[in-house]
């Protein structure tokens, strides 16, 4: 309702500043940016929440802003200002104590959502609903723009085409209650209303609030008008609020000749959306109304012709139906399909899972890997390592994992191991690798020296590398490529600190750390990537982030890789959760539908704990 009529919002925040005493403080176009700004955003909301998108940032921005409508429509009822809210635009007008109670009621219904915000059904996957949130956002500011330069695509004021304003102003007359009292044309002879409503045939209204403030790119062309109507013999006037002072100026600039006649300057902002407007009447019926910039043209033609036989002097057909079959077609409409294509898509996926592997529950890991891998840090000599490494391989030969299994040790233990592990059965990868090819670095160890041991992975971006020794996600991106070069599969760390995540700031973090390091690559190369979640609040601390917590972004995770990528490659990435992860917390999170292993630290140590999380797969 606000958007379709950008000037009647800025109207309505300029009555609320005026209120305040701050109208003087404040220029036009930043009011007119407000208006453009607040409609969008109600709008986007609304959005949001009907297709349950950010459900949980988004209602408690509804929260907030309910909480700040509230306040200002009780203090509006309380001191009675303004007359009317402007909640939904001229289109259903409120006192201001049912403004106040509807907001009540929207607030009460606002913290009901945010208390459960997941209660809300997804009508959009994760992944396709930037398109919705982008598709919607570019037609509100289309809408809002278009009705700024035209006029609003649906009038809900007294003088919308079709009004008869003879019979409107005549009821007036009579004393009943009317838009209308404040519709008056006085002209240097008096006041001329009557004449003026009463007249049959054609007449012109040019509408300009204030003359010094007009756009006067189309004068011409309402001059050209002006003249039509002498030679026919229509009336026309100029209907203002400036003072003669003003009248005089527009005059020289313009070479007006048409008579200027007073009205009062709220009617003549409501009668016409524009600076100058015109209005056309016939028989006293407002029956066309064009905004300065849409001023239709007379040809050369037209110019000798009467106005019934023009198309302009006939009542226009684009009646509110087909006004809103166009918004049906060029939103609603494409909205649906895509909601259906969505729904489509995921049921035809769930139902493709449900036949290959009725009773796996963890349907969505048919293309990708399962891995679970272990990061050895700096524990364990060579001796030490070199016992596990061999245990590990007899178990696991025995015994056959249902997953892909990596170990990734010390530099000095990865030549050693290599000799004897079975590589089919246990990937052997390094926790690190430098961020230079080669050269004076002392004590690096370079991405072809790893590859060399007969390693093939490569641990990058742990949480304790970032913080203990300052690895920036421009560093990491080095590193990722180098590794690449030298055919080392990377399993990428990504993962948010406690503050971080009691700030809600996790989405976020994750985010910037992708974008930092690896989306940069190719498709073909960000497929060789494993991503390890790994909240830093719960390395090594025995704290795990709940199953919930670590699938909700997993599934964050996978769609902006299926933002960046396309959603084959966010299905095909494989994305490990790390922290604290044991044997037995691990068939809880395993049974996640976005997590696709483990990488684990402490528990590695031990080859019958790191069997016990590896034999999760298997339950
Ligand atoms: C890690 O450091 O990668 C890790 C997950 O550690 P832990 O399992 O000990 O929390």
């Not at 005089?248 to 009668?271: M, V």
């Not at 913080?467 to 990377?490: F, G, R, S, W």
């Not at 960046?564 to 994305?575: H, S």
Request: hydrophobic content about 40%.
């Amino acid at each position: 309702m606000k958007a379709v009529d950008p000037l009647g919002t800025q109207y309505k925040i300029r009555d609320y500043l005026n209120a305040m005493h701050l109208g003087q403080y404040v220029p036009d176009y930043l009011t007119l940016g407000a208006s453009v700004t607040i409609s969008a955003m109600e709008f986007l909301i609304g959005i949001c929440l009907l297709f349950a998108i950010h459900r949980r940032l988004v209602s408690k921005f509804l929260v907030v802003l309910m909480s700040v409508w509230t306040l200002l429509t009780l203090w509006l009822a309380l001191t009675d200002p303004i007359s009317d809210c402007g909640c939904f635009g001229d289109a259903i007008v409120l006192t201001n104590w049912q403004t106040f109670w509807k907001n009540v009621v929207l607030l009460a219904a606002a913290i009901l959502v945010a208390l459960w915000p997941k209660d809300m059904a997804r009508m959009i996957s994760l992944s396709n609903q930037w398109i919705v949130f982008n598709y919607s956002t570019l037609f509100i500011l289309f809408i809002a723009i278009w009705c700024l330069y035209d006029l609003p695509l649906f009038d809900f004021r007294p003088y919308h085409v079709g009004t008869n304003l003879r019979e409107g102003w005549q009821e007036m007359m009579e004393g009943q209650d009317s838009p209308y009292a404040e519709f008056f044309i006085d002209s240097e002879d008096g006041d001329i209303t009557e004449e003026v409503l009463n007249s049959e045939g054609y007449t012109f209204l040019l509408v300009s609030p204030h003359l010094e403030q007009a756009d006067d790119s189309q004068l011409d062309r309402i001059n050209e008008w002006y003249e039509y109507c002498t030679g026919q013999g229509y009336p026309f006037y100029c209907l203002t609020a400036s003072s003669g002072q003003a009248i005089s100026r527009w005059q020289d600039i313009t070479g007006a000749e048409y008579p200027f006649c007073n009205t009062d300057e709220i009617t003549l902002k409501t009668i016409v959306r524009s600076n100058p407007g015109l209005v056309l009447l016939k028989d006293g019926t407002v029956i066309r109304k064009w905004s300065h910039n849409r001023l239709p043209v007379l040809s050369e033609k037209d110019s000798v012709q009467p106005l019934e036989r023009h198309e302009i002097g006939q009542m226009p057909n684009d009646s509110i139906p087909s006004k809103i079959a166009m918004l049906l077609l060029w939103f609603v409409l494409p909205l649906a399909l895509l909601t259906i294509a969505d729904r489509l898509w995921a049921w035809s996926r769930w139902l493709r899972k449900k036949r290959i592997n009725p009773l796996n529950k963890k349907e969505e890991r048919i293309m990708r890997k399962k891995i679970v891998a272990g990061n050895w840090k700096m524990n364990m000599n060579l001796q030490d390592g070199i016992a596990l490494a061999k245990e590990l391989n007899e178990t696991l030969k025995a015994d056959k994992p249902n997953c892909g299994v990596v170990i990734c040790t010390p530099f000095i233990h990865l030549a050693s191991i290599a000799q004897f592990l079975d590589q089919n059965i246990i990937g052997l990868g390094a926790e690190n690798c430098a961020d230079k090819e080669k050269g004076a670095f002392t004590g690096e160890v370079s991405a072809e020296m790893v590859k060399s041991t007969g390693a093939q992975y490569v641990i990058l971006g742990h949480s304790e590398r970032r913080e203990y020794y300052k690895e920036t996600p421009e560093i990491l991106k080095e590193k990722v490529l180098l590794a690449q070069k030298n055919d080392l599969k990377v399993i990428f760390c990504i993962g948010e600190s406690l503050e971080e995540r009691e700030a809600g700031k996790q989405n976020e973090v994750v985010k910037a750390e992708l974008e930092g390091s690896v989306f940069n690559l190719s498709e073909e190369d960000f497929r060789k990537i494993v991503i390890a979640y790994e909240p830093i609040w719960a390395i090594g601390t025995g704290k795990t982030a709940t199953a919930e917590q670590a699938e909700e972004i997993h599934a964050y995770i996978r769609s902006i890789i299926a933002e960046k990528y396309g959603q084959a490659v966010a299905d095909d990435t494989t994305i490990l959760y790390g922290g604290s992860c044991k044997a037995s917390n691990a068939p809880e999170l395993f049974a996640k539908p976005d997590i696709d292993g483990g990488l684990i630290g402490g528990a590695s140590l031990k080859a019958a704990d790191f069997k016990g999380i590896i034999d999760a797969w298997k339950k």
